[in-house]
């Protein structure tokens, strides 16, 4: 079984910076894309950013191009998501996907192991 633990989130004042960590156990997470994804209470669950297998590949919501990146150290096992001039409307529970497919998505039916979540709370 693969475990995904999502770290790093807390309180940042708008126009500041997080970076959250994501660590996946198992010998295999060189061959999984990764995923970011982030869900208001009463909305849907939203992909913020995903990242292939090799770190070539990467994918962007419109909402967050510019702001935020996604990469990852296959050696740590962990992908990571820096968040820089993050908004109030940031402000949400992310989470961490790993998926068994190698090519990055967007799609959160394409991922197979998911963390508890980590929150993030940007204030005005």
């Known amino acids: 079984q693969v475990q995904v633990v999502e770290s790093g989130g807390g309180l940042v004042q708008a126009g500041g910076s997080l970076r959250l960590s994501c660590r996946t156990s198992?010998?295999?997470?060189?061959?999984?894309?990764m995923g970011w994804f982030r869900q208001a209470p009463g909305k849907e669950r939203e992909s913020v950013a995903a990242?292939?297998?090799?770190?070539?590949?990467?994918y962007y919501a419109d909402s967050v191009k510019g702001r935020f990146t996604i990469s990852r150290d296959n050696a740590k096992n962990t992908v990571y998501l820096q968040m820089n001039s993050l908004k109030t409307k940031d402000t949400t529970v992310y989470y961490c996907?790993?998926?068994?497919?190698?090519?990055?998505?967007?799609?959160?039916?394409?991922?197979?192991?998911w963390g508890q979540g980590s929150q993030v709370t940007v204030s005005s």
């Open positions: 990242i292939n297998w090799s770190g070539g590949s990467t």
């Open positions: 198992g010998r295999t997470f060189s061959r999984y894309a």
């Open positions: 996907a790993a998926s068994k497919y190698s090519s990055a998505s967007s799609y959160a039916n394409r991922y197979d192991y």
